[in-house]
């Protein structure tokens, strides 16, 4: 089962939620779905500070 994190409401939903374009994902496992926020803003950090 693929998991989300919905944009939208701001929640971990199954594969049958929301439209793709509205949320994050899929995840292997609710888990990680839940930190998605945090996965994302930590690439993000990790790409500013690339510098190559």
Do not use: I
């Amino acid at each position: 089962m693929a998991w989300y994190f919905c944009l939208v409401h701001q929640q971990v939903e199954p594969e049958d939620g929301c439209a793709n374009a509205e949320r994050m994902g899929p995840y292997a496992t609710e888990a990680d779905a839940d930190a998605a926020m945090l996965t994302a803003r930590d690439r993000n950090a990790a790409f500013d500070g690339d510098d190559d």
